[in-house]
């Protein structure tokens, strides 16, 4: 064991509080946090169906308001890590955010229980009455509430759980490690327990009662969450890099007459970073970097007038840190592999929008008094994702490693590339099979074609696999590429490139809608029966804009793509703290006791 005199003064500045944080905390914001995923999945799983069945839209406006709120929710999240880092916490971010979803799953609720709310029940296909505009208003209402609930839960849950642990310590970084598989495991379980009991619940027995389960979580997470209260790190807001990125540009800008060829013959202003000993979190400060020099010109001092007596900027909008810089120079450089995520999110998008509308036109009995549920399909999905992992994991390494002795894993881009090349094929399959699925409704005159829903499980694998190669390694490739005081900002930017997703689906949708719209011919998309459109040449589309996107990753996005923190252009980090940089070999040593299976848990 290691002897406590031998810990570095930094983990000596606080010592651990056994009444506040670590487990005794972690057990309500996993109780929280499992609830309201519960809740937001069992309304997202089966949203489409329910708004085709309960409000009679058609097929293209359900894909708009779908993509549009789901855009809406991602999008949100960078204002839910603005305010949480500026002003809120994520405590109070959290419970704000939990509250708004209750009050929007609540108001969700009452379209399903009150009739008045809703258009009455559609009794021929070509004959549904619409609902009325103060019918939808109270509609998005209700999904606003949902958005922004998500907005402020998204950013700040893993983060306000990470803040319970004290990563200065061999102990708590082996805690924190066990925290996300304990909250990945709660998260699964909400998941099944959604896609299987609440979906079935809504779809075949009552929606009042499905929607009502959902409701009733939310306040018990809310509920569970307050209890803890007592129990949890509240760290204070730092402030939000936001601001510091607003900063550098304006700075930049306004010394755009500089010349950065020039910038050594000026002096960097490159403060000292301030660790407070009362965060669990040490700050790594970033090496200069010679990448997107144009905006090294916001930390030259260009006059010493611009410092005061203690040589802090007069200004913090003209002259900026060096730490600051290159904090924005991070974000730049993962935007190339955001427009691949865009891509590749919009070839997943189509599953659960026009899937599920497939799936509403197939046979979906399961023996005499049984039938599938549509939302159930997103199992499958997930189920396509947990098997490869396993594989991965559990067979192929250790088959790899007993070969060649050396730990063989896929790399970053071995793997995003084989995530588009999927997201490709299975619009082409999904294409096909929707071919198959009209011709065969038409054949015999029917709404419903007589085919099973089985025929679509291939192109739902195919999706759950795109999302285990592709969506899993750029989550990784943002989370890798920046530093620890950027992870908020990384969560927020993965989730603003499936906002920018849903819009751009939705604005192709009806770019499409418009232009197929002819008299006399058949258009691909719009109405409420798909067998009097054309929904496999719009997958077609979508799996051409999938080459495309696989082109521009291979020639252009791939080379922002590094091996590891080592590789070209990943920016050196150095602890700014003298005693960490002496007990740096120790931190090593320590973490490879952790790996054998020596880091204590408690």
């Not at 983990?11 to 972690?26: C, D, M, S, T, V």
């Not at 009679?56 to 890590?81: D, E, K, R």
């Not at 997107?292 to 916001?298: H, M, N, T």
């Not at 007596?309 to 120079?329: A, D, H, I, Y």
């Amino acid at each position: 064991m290691e002897n406590a005199n031998d810990s570095s003064p930094l983990e000596q500045a606080l010592p651990p509080n056994p009444r506040k944080g670590g487990w005794r905390a972690i057990k309500y914001i996993l109780g929280n946090e499992s609830f309201e995923k519960l809740a937001s999945m069992s309304l997202i799983a089966n949203i489409t169906v329910y708004l085709s069945t309960r409000y009679n839209l058609s097929g293209i406006f359900v894909v708009n308001v779908i993509n549009i709120w789901n855009g809406t929710s991602n999008a949100v999240t960078l204002a839910g890590a603005f305010l949480s880092d500026a002003y809120l916490g994520r405590f109070r971010a959290l419970l704000l955010g939990s509250i708004s979803s209750f009050l929007g799953m609540g108001a969700i609720t009452l379209t399903a229980s009150i009739d008045s709310l809703r258009p009455s029940t559609c009794k021929e296909p070509d004959h549904c009455p619409q609902p009325h505009t103060w019918q939808l208003v109270f509609l998005y209402i209700a999904l606003g509430l949902l958005s922004v609930g998500a907005g402020f839960i998204r950013p700040c849950n893993i983060a306000f759980g990470a803040d319970q642990f004290d990563t200065r310590t061999a102990k708590g970084r082996a805690q924190l490690e066990s925290f996300f598989n304990w909250w990945y495991f709660s998260f699964t379980v909400a998941l099944v327990v959604a896609l299987t009991g609440v979906v079935y619940i809504q779809t075949n027995i009552s929606w009042v009662i499905g929607f009502a389960i959902p409701t009733a979580c939310l306040a018990s997470s809310i509920t569970i969450f307050l209890f803890g209260r007592h129990t949890y790190i509240y760290l204070k807001p730092q402030g939000s890099i936001f601001s510091d990125i607003a900063k550098v540009i304006t700075a930049a800008c306004r010394k755009s007459r500089v010349r950065v060829a020039l910038a050594s013959e000026h002096s960097f202003y490159d403060p000292p970073l301030n660790n407070a000993s009362d965060q669990p979190h040490m700050i790594l400060k970033l090496s200069h970097t010679n990448r997107f020099r144009f905006l090294d010109r916001a930390a030259i001092i260009t006059n010493p007038n611009e410092l005061d007596n203690q040589g802090k900027p007069r200004s913090s909008w003209r002259l900026c840190s060096l730490q600051q810089v290159e904090q924005l120079k991070c974000l730049v450089a993962i935007l190339p592999v955001w427009v691949t995520a865009i891509g590749t999110f919009m070839c997943m998008d189509q599953h659960s929008t026009f899937g599920v509308l497939q799936i509403l036109q197939t046979d979906r009995s399961m023996g005499l008094h049984f039938k599938f549920a549509p939302g159930w399909m997103n199992i499958i999905a997930m189920l396509a994702l947990a098997t490869w992992i396993f594989i991965y994991e559990q067979i192929y390494l250790p088959l790899a490693r007993r070969r060649s002795r050396r730990n063989k894993r896929l790399t970053m881009q071995q793997r995003i590339n084989t995530g588009i090349v999927l997201s490709i094929v299975s619009m082409l399959v999904s294409g096909i099979v929707e071919e198959h699925r009209r011709k065969t409704a038409l054949k015999h005159g029917s709404f419903i074609a007589p085919v099973s829903f089985a025929l679509l499980l291939p192109q739902f694998v195919l999706s759950g696999l795109t999302e285990a190669f592709a969506a899993v390694s750029i989550m990784e490739f943002f989370t890798m590429q920046m530093p620890e005081s950027l992870r908020t900002v990384s969560g927020a930017v993965f989730f603003l490139s499936l906002s920018v997703s849903s819009y751009l689906g939705s604005l192709i949708v009806n770019i499409v809608h418009k232009a197929t719209q002819m008299k006399g011919k058949t258009p691909w998309l719009g109405g409420h029966d798909l067998n009097k459109n054309k929904l496999d040449y719009y997958y077609y589309i979508i799996a051409g804009i999938g080459v495309v996107n696989l082109v521009y990753f291979n020639f252009f996005a791939r080379h922002y793509v590094t091996v590891g923190r080592s590789g070209k252009g990943v920016r050196e980090m150095q602890l700014e703290n003298p005693s960490v940089h002496g007990s740096r070999d120790r931190v090593e040593r320590e973490s490879k006791d952790e790996e054998k299976g020596l880091g204590t848990h408690a």
